[in-house]
């Protein structure tokens, strides 16, 4: 029931394409779903983050869409870029709790 | 802020060797946690202190892991003796309830191999 299963494990698309990467949970405490991205050789990074009380939340080229009931969330990238090229982390936190459970990751490049 | 600091880089050593790791976290941040990365596993939740006191360490793999955090500024992940499965990127990450969603900053990793 900790379990955050993301998908695809990998995604190639080309500049200007939309990339969507998908999670789904099981354990209904989860109340807060963060999104990690992580370059090359560096920490994972928070990039945008949602609570189950709203379907979606924009930052800038970057959506997460949420449903509740279905229990699953996803990240899109608008207009993506070759700079996005990273892996990215859906993850879950419980309420009251610090501890996140991560996804696998998913890594995306994006090709000129 | 110099955002969370980990040292070494990087870390070769052999089969049998102890080794150390540190972490200095963002000053004011009352959590610290220590993440191992592979491509097999992904990113695992090793052990993380509050206020210098371990809450949760069921991730840590067995008793050649050891991790202490003596003050607000510091914390070290041990192992002791190195296997060559342990090789992998170790993080620290830490965070404060006082920001919105209890971010975690997650530090730039130390990679470690094991021969």
């Known amino acids: 029931q900790q379990q955050v299963k993301q998908s695809p494990q990998s995604l190639i698309v080309q500049k200007g394409g939309i990339p969507i990467i998908n999670c789904a949970y099981e354990?209904?405490?989860?109340?807060?779903f963060p999104w990690y991205q992580q370059f090359p050789g560096k920490g994972p990074a928070l990039l945008i983050a949602i609570r189950p009380d709203v379907s979606e939340k924009k930052e800038g080229r970057f959506t997460i869409s949420f449903n509740k009931s279905a229990k699953q969330f996803s990240l899109h990238i608008m207009d993506s870029q070759p700079g996005d090229s990273a892996t990215y982390f859906c993850a879950a936190r419980r309420r009251g709790y610090q501890k996140v459970t991560f996804g696998t990751g998913t890594k995306l490049q994006v090709i000129p | 802020d110099a955002g969370v600091i980990q040292s070494p880089r990087h870390e070769v050593t052999e089969m049998g060797q102890e080794v150390t790791l540190r972490c200095k976290p963002i000053s004011g941040h009352d959590y610290l946690f220590w993440y191992r990365q592979t491509m097999m596993r992904g990113l695992e939740l090793l052990i993380y202190?509050?206020?210098?006191?371990?809450?949760?360490d069921s991730g840590m793999p067995e008793d050649r892991f050891s991790a202490k955090m003596p003050n607000a500024s510091f914390s070290t992940l041990k192992i002791q003796p190195s296997e060559p499965r342990d090789s992998a990127v170790y993080f620290c990450a830490s965070s404060s309830p006082g920001l919105a969603g209890y971010e975690q900053y997650f530090g730039p990793g130390t990679r470690l191999t094991v021969t």
């Open positions: 202190f509050n206020n210098n006191v371990p809450i949760d």
């Open positions: 354990n209904t405490a989860f109340d807060y």
